[in-house]
């Protein structure tokens, strides 16, 4: 329910404690604990407004940010890209998020002409191999029921199809191992900055007290035999989003990746 806030309402007491203007107000929101409910009361004119709201912590606050930005990116894709190129962001290289890139795979993915594959802000898991298994199947062969359509083998085949896949500073771990395997199968086009340099496995035990440790335990190297860990990932086409783009609402970074397809598809 939209809450009567408006630009030039000013913030004069929280829970009925009065602001001070020259105090940090987040000392009156920082608490030990979530409040179901909290009480804002705003100056407009001459008259106090007190609103209640309930408050989300930090965390899911920047997992809402997260998403309104990938919802951002799909709609950008969708409009510059008329529809035309498929975009799968995935936020870490778990279960979950490898679920998620099968599904949008399987139902947008196959519809459209291209794939923009989006690993930024990647933090990593141990998915590469099915991800790039999938992303490397190209057709064999056609087949089709008495009096039906023509369609592939096998089912889905994105390697057929222009791909870009783009990475920044904050790809990291499985993320770098996913986009070493892209470039090396040739898959497509990397775009974007070089990766975190943070790939490593790690192995794990409880102790006797209930803590537990972890040590690093695989390294991860490309064919010729660099150390991932020291040498990143390199992009094809090296892009670089700024602050300043980010607060003028571009993404210098996606747009190249549309583009690039785009001139492909032509």
């Not at 083998?153 to 996913?178: C, H, R, W, Y």
């Not at 898959?187 to 409880?206: A, N, P, Q």
């Amino acid at each position: 329910m939209d809450k009567d806030i408006r630009p030039g309402d000013r913030l004069v007491k929280v829970n009925a404690t009065a602001v001070v203007p020259r105090n940090n107000r987040e000392q009156y929101l920082i608490q030990p604990s979530l409040d179901e409910e909290i009480s804002l009361t705003f100056l407009r004119g001459q008259e106090e407004r007190t609103v209640k709201i309930h408050p989300a912590s930090t965390f899911a606050i920047n997992d809402l940010l997260y998403d309104e930005w990938e919802a951002g990116c799909q709609k950008r894709v969708d409009e510059l890209g008329k529809n035309k190129i498929a975009y799968v962001h995935m936020k870490d290289m778990t279960g979950n998020s490898l679920d998620h890139f099968l599904k949008q795979m399987v139902s947008e993915g196959w519809q459209r002409d291209a794939l923009i594959l989006d690993l930024r802000y990647n933090t990593g898991g141990n998915v590469h191999d099915k991800v790039l298994q999938f992303l490397s199947q190209k057709p064999y062969l056609q087949w089709k029921y008495r009096e039906g359509q023509l369609s592939p083998q096998p089912n889905f085949t994105p390697g057929a199809k222009p791909i870009v896949l783009l990475v920044n500073e904050p790809s990291l771990s499985d993320a770098e191992m996913t986009t070493e395997g892209f470039k090396r199968l040739k898959l497509g086009t990397v775009v974007g900055t070089e990766t975190y340099r943070w790939i490593i496995f790690t192995s794990g035990k409880g102790l006797v007290d209930g803590s537990f440790y972890r040590l690093p335990s695989w390294g991860c190297y490309s064919l010729d035999g660099g150390d991932l860990e020291v040498t990143g990932v390199k992009p094809d086409v090296y892009v670089k989003n700024t602050f300043k783009d980010r607060l003028e609402n571009k993404d210098p970074q996606l747009d190249k990746a549309i583009e690039l397809i785009l001139g492909k598809m032509r």
